[in-house]
């Protein structure tokens, strides 16, 4: 059974950093393009970051210079350090396996991230 169970989420202040973890059982995280996702209230949900199984990366133009995914492969886990954090960055994060752009596995319950003073 795959699954995917997003963690590391919090309260930070404007400028803060945060390293969000996924940690993926029954599949190998080497082997697939995982990517970090993002829905804040009353968004809908957007794709902020994605690493290929080649290791190639893509980032939304928001996050692009602040955000930067990465994967441990002993570990099976993927991860999304944020640094300069603003608090339009506020949502709940949730990693997928995508195939041809599109999320393919249900959603897990995410982490929440709030930027606020």
């Known amino acids: 059974q795959v699954q995917l169970v997003e963690s590391g989420g919090g309260l930070v202040q404007p400028g803060g950093s945060l390293r969000l973890t996924c940690a993926a059982s029954?599949?190998?995280?080497?082997?697939?393009?995982l990517a970090w996702y993002r829905q804040a209230p009353g968004k809908e949900r957007e794709r902020v970051a994605y690493?290929?199984?080649?290791?190639?990366?893509n980032y939304a133009d928001s996050v692009k210079g602040r955000f930067t995914i990465s994967r441990d492969n002993a570990k099976n886990m993927v991860y999304l350090q944020m640094n300069s954090l603003k608090p339009e960055d506020t949502a709940v994060y949730y990693c997928?396996?995508?195939?041809?752009?599109?999320?393919?596995?249900?959603w897990g319950q995410g982490t929440q991230v709030t930027v606020s003073s």
């Open positions: 997928n396996k995508i195939i041809g752009g599109s999320a393919t596995l249900p």
């Open positions: 690493m290929s199984m080649y290791s190639n990366t």
């Open positions: 029954g599949i190998r995280v080497s082997s697939n393009t």
